[in-house]
């Protein structure tokens, strides 16, 4: 990777972490917390591609697991935030990118986190997921990160529009740079 890249990977990430676990933990809403971290790795994911939204959920996971409050087993987050992150800059194809498919795959890549965290902390032991509890904290995580979503991806595209042109793969842009045309 370039160092234009880690450094908006880097910074991404670490701005994310911090405000979540500062500032949006602290809050009281109802159901989940907003989880701006996978927001943020989905944005990137989106901007990048499917190796920097790898890179960004690996990372951003490994922080989140070793920041107190940590109430998940080590690695669980960093598995879930990796797979988000390949996955949502893999499955959908440039051309096809509109903002309510980029807002529908926020909603289910939050969804889809809360529930693949509980599913691994289950598995490997955890007692603290309260499956009572698991389709709320889904459902409300999904809608946070469709609150937070629109500021998210259009800033993110745009640092990644401004700083590093080569590599933009939202709204229709190739890797290298180039209109893609809808045969």
Known sequence: ???????????????SVIVELTLLSRLDFPGATPDLVIVMVVAIALAMGPTQGAVAGFSAGVLIDLAPPADTLLGVNAIVYFAIGFVTGVVIDPRDRTVPIEMGIVGLSAGAATILTGALDTLMGSGRVSWEDMPGMALSSALYALILAPVAILGIEWIVRKATPEILVNRGVTVAGRENIRQ
């Open 1 to 15: 990777m370039m160092w234009r890249q880690v450094l908006i990977i880097g910074t991404a990430v670490l701005v």
